[in-house]
């Protein structure tokens, strides 16, 4: 059941971020009285008034009692964790606790393609995005992606897809949510500070298929063993891909081709040097794509068109600009060790690494594996480089090759110094933004900033 009378209902909006103010300006249209919360004592109240455009309280800090008795409904803001004290409180009374994405999928209409992963998720749901737009009239893409699921809600019909991207922080906030089709990309060890244990973090990217039906279906990575486990403990029609084997039923890649494999028919979907995204981990990002596309009703011949135009996305091995024959790529979408070794196993040249960011307790050693020779000078910022520059040395890269920076801007232009004509500079950190910068956006963004600067010197 969806319905949940919103009208008048006292709701608690926990985070002044803009998942926060979406779900403000979301409850409000319904006729509730939203309650916007940050624990953050320096936010600006009024700053945020402004940005949901109606009076409505504000507070700051710690959270009065007496307003904890008042409330019908917590929505979470995907930052806040659940495990603290306050968060715990509403549990312990009995509060419905649900997360931006549970608030837009309980008022919004039409079906909705969900995709999680550690990896993979952003250029997967702008690809199926593009493939649903150039298909149905209707289609909205949201989530982590960048536009709030809750923003759009309102406009939407019967008719409309919502394709969106979600994390493991907003499934651990669902209730009913029910995509009709449902997407796990993979899963490597990302996240523990936030849920401590690599089985919390597999519990809340699983969640997106939780209630789902036989009607629906869950496609899963294959060749990913606690994946290829998942598929057996799920109620929605499972659909593997595979980028090493032949399936018998789902979507995989043979000799070059993506094909679909269903009731005993085998379907050619495209060949992999007709795509202008490259490497195996696209291919599968393609993959998952096409699968839930054609679960959708896209015919093959227009889901191919999109596909065999898609350029691909934003700070994911982005070619920035080449000066003096050196190549610039910014992945700063790199988040994670494993999202890393994507970038690096991408370079076919010499390559000046910048690293380092925000500490997620993960660990860094395959990353540091899979340079392969090909990092000829390895520039480190942020919280993680002592962490990173020690896995760097034990695991036998020369340390004269290390160096710290206390920024980005330094580390852009002592890997410009070093660099030769043949050589790439990429930024791939292998860790979080938060610290430096507000997200990998802006640090991508100020990198691509720092080098341009280069170009004109």
Request: with cysteine.
């Amino acid at each position: 059941m969806k319905d949940f009378e919103l009208k008048d209902k006292k709701v608690l909006v926990f985070g002044s971020g803009k998942s926060g103010i979406g779900a403000a300006r979301l409850l409000l249209a319904k006729g509730a009285v939203p309650i916007i919360y940050d624990g953050n004592t320096s936010a600006d109240q009024e700053a945020v008034r402004q940005k949901i455009g109606q009076a409505v309280d504000v507070i700051l800090g710690e959270l009065p009692a007496e307003i904890e008795d008042q409330l019908d409904l917590v929505v979470m803001s995907p930052g806040v964790p659940c495990d603290i004290p306050v968060v715990k409180s509403f549990y312990d009374r009995g509060i419905p606790v649900w997360g931006e994405v549970e608030l837009a999928w309980r008022i919004g209409k039409g079906k909705v393609l969900a995709v999680t992963g550690t990896n993979g998720k952003t250029t997967t749901v702008t690809l199926l995005g593009e493939i649903m737009k150039n298909y149905y009239p209707e289609v909205y893409v949201v989530g982590n992606i960048g536009t709030p699921y809750t923003d759009v809600v309102l406009q939407q019909s019967d008719k409309a897809w919502t394709v969106a991207e979600v994390s493991s922080f907003q499934m651990e906030t669902i209730d009913q949510f029910h995509p009709a089709a449902s997407a796990i990309t993979n899963i490597t060890e990302d996240h523990l500070n936030r849920h401590h244990t690599m089985e919390e973090y597999i519990r809340c990217k699983e969640r997106i298929a939780e209630n789902q039906t036989a009607d629906d279906i869950c496609v899963l990575n294959y060749e990913d063993p606690v994946l290829r486990d998942f598929g057996g403990r799920v109620k929605a029609r499972v659909v593997y891909f595979s980028s090493h084997r032949v399936l018998d039923e789902g979507i995989y890649l043979e000799d070059g081709t993506i094909r679909i494999a269903k009731g005993g028919q085998v379907l050619p979907v495209v060949r992999t040097d007709e795509l202008q995204i490259l490497g195996l981990h696209n291919f599968e990002n393609v993959m998952v794509a096409v699968a839930m596309a054609y679960h959708a009703g896209v015919p093959l011949e227009s889901i191919r068109k999109t596909v065999c135009a898609f350029q691909g996305v934003e700070h994911r091995i982005e070619f920035v600009t080449e000066i003096n024959g050196v190549r610039y790529y910014n992945d700063s979408k790199g988040t994670n060790p494993d999202a890393a070794i994507k970038g690096i196993q991408a370079m076919n040249r010499p390559t000046c690494l910048i690293g380092g960011g925000f500490d997620k307790q993960l660990a860094f050693d395959d990353w540091i594996r899979a340079f392969d020779g090909k990092v000829k000078f390895f520039a480190l910022i942020g919280q993680t480089r002592e962490t990173i520059a020690e896995t760097a040395v034990r695991l036998g890269f020369p340390k004269e090759k290390i160096a710290f920076f206390d920024n980005l801007e330094e580390a852009t232009k002592a890997c410009a110094a070093h660099a030769v004509p043949g050589d790439a500079v990429l930024l791939s950190p292998a860790c979080a933004s938060w610290g430096q910068f507000d997200n990998y956006e802006q640090r991508g963004e100020m990198f691509k900033q720092y080098v341009r600067e280069l170009g004109r010197q």
